[in-house]
T-cell receptor, first 113, second 111 residues
Framework: KAGVTQTPRYLIKTRGQQVTLSCSPISGHRSVSWYQQTPGQGLQFLFEYFSETQRNKGNFPGRFSGRQFSNSRSEMNVSTLELGDSALYLC????????????FGPGTRLTVL | EDQVTQSPEALRLQEGESSSLNCSYTVSGLRGLFWYRQDPGKGPEFLFTLYSAGEEKEKERLKATLTKKESFLHITAPKPEDSATYLCAVQGGAAGNKLTFGGGTRVLVKP
């Protein structure tokens, strides 16, 4: 069974640009969550999508947004990139139950210059 | 707000030297406590889910336990391939389905 896939794996952007990251969940999983991981802040929750609706949002500015498609695939977008947005962006999927385990993808390493 | 603190931050072990990692948490209505392993440059790999105090789970050389305030990950007779960062996360009733993570414990097992 294929795991969570994320594309691209690596990205280099400059300040002010925008970026779109993609996540394909495990087959049959309907919920997708996004997390940001940095050395200073660790893993922080960005948002969760279920059935194409945002269910929950973390404490990030509005420059961070996302969406989910009918096939459960998800994208997140970061506009007007800042140096501090450099991080590993992780996507996690779960089936749908409230206590279902979240399984993580390999992440997208974003570097902002 | 849910909070998770892991200790120690780093742990150096000799192969075969057993040890324990601690995860202390405060959460409003614990729905689950999760342990993950993360290798450098990779996403977290799921290890265990614990739901209620007194619960224990084992997998190879790893054993996770849960009390009302903390969880322990015991590593028995570790091998160099157990070297990784171990992450603890909680899912609280008031926070939807988001996971709140601790800072992790970096474990290095030397042969």
């Amino acid at each position: 069974k294929a795991g969570v896939t994320q594309t691209p794996r690596y990205l280099i952007k400059t300040r002010g640009q925008q970026v779109t990251l993609s996540c394909s969940p495990i087959s049959g999983h309907r919920s997708v969550s996004w997390y940001q991981q940095t050395p200073g802040q660790g893993l922080q929750f960005l948002f969760e999508y279920f059935s194409e609706t945002q269910r929950n949002k973390g404490n990030f500015p509005g420059r961070f947004s996302g969406r989910q498609f009918s096939n459960s695939r998800s994208e997140m977008n970061v506009s007007t990139l800042e140096l501090g947005d450099s991080a590993l962006y992780l996507c996690a999927s779960r089936k749908q139950g409230a206590t279902d385990t979240q399984y993580f993808g390999p992440g997208t390493r974003l570097t902002v210059l | 707000e849910d909070q998770v603190t892991q200790s120690p931050e780093a742990l150096r072990l000799q192969e075969g030297e057993s040890s324990s990692l601690n995860c202390s948490y405060t959460v409003s209505g614990l729905r689950g406590l999760f342990w993950y392993r993360q290798d450098p440059g990779k996403g977290p790999e799921f290890l265990f889910t614990l739901y209620s105090a007194g619960e224990e789970k084992e997998k190879e050389r790893l054993k996770a336990t849960l009390t009302k305030k903390e969880s322990f990950l015991h590593i028995t007779a570790p091998k160099p391939e157990d070297s990784a960062t171990y992450l603890c996360a909680v899912q609280g009733g008031a926070a939807g389905n988001k996971l709140t993570f601790g800072g992790g414990t970096r474990v290095l097992v030397k042969p």
